[in-house]
């Protein structure tokens, strides 16, 4: 008990007691002026009424569905890619490793002025390189191009984390038997053949695990977005943690804020409560 107390007391004040401060600001007015009034019979679910009439919520809901599924899909697929090419390399295996998962180790601010370098349309390395070898038609304006200012983000976050889903998917690849591949030798299973009937459906868990945390970090891309398009990217590269910030600390809009907010919990423990459920029946929870 001496030792389990006070990191519970602290993290059930400060961690589990906000989240429900949170909820509770949202079934109030507050403005940032005026102190709500903490009363039972003064809470309601007009912010999340309003929410529901907000065009700026459903275009930030689904720019944020979009990010999360196409950023976590992207990510699993070069993240296994580079995990094969790795495990099948004889030398230098660490220096590969370490400059692949590099990139991870930066903070969303870093990447963020980085790529924001990178994609200027004029002095911008990428749009250099494609005018540099005759495809102009190629040097776009990548971040102020409505319609590409999501996917823009979305390459630059897989460029981040696929480093940690080919280190997931790397250290399963070592746990499997040499004698499975050996065996799909034996049957004449080509390179290809092995890994796509042998290898990879034995890498789920692998998979599983690494989409639940991608997930998560997709929540938080915005550091990302504040970092590249302000507090306003618009329409078209809006998220709901950018929404919510935009509310709560530019219009004063607490409630509403707040509101944003307790959707944004929902979601994560949306992803996160049926992965653990299943390492519990796996187990390992």
Known sequence: ???????TVLLGIFVYGGILWNFIISLTDFAGIVRPEYAVGNFDFEMYAQMLQ???FWDAATNTIVLLLVFTVL???VGLALAIVVDNVLKWQGVFRTILLLPFSLSFVVTAVFWQWMYNPEIGVIN???RAIGLDVLALNWIGNPSLKLYSVIIALVWQFSGYAMIIYLANLRTIPD??????RIDGSGFFTMYRKVIIPQLS??????AVVLMVFSLKAFTWLFVVFGRNPGPSADILGVMM??????ANQWAYGAALGTVLFTMTIVILAPYLYWQYQRGEL
Not at 1 to 7: I, K, N, Q
């Open 1 to 7: 008990m001496p030792f389990w107390l006070p990191p």
């Open 54 to 56: 907000d065009p700026a």
């Open 75 to 77: 990510c699993l697929i």
């Open 128 to 130: 250099t390189i494609f």
């Open 179 to 184: 004698a499975h591949y050996e065996a799909a």
């Open 205 to 210: 868990s692998a998979a599983v695990s690494s």
């Open 245 to 250: 910030y935009r509310q709560a600390f530019a």
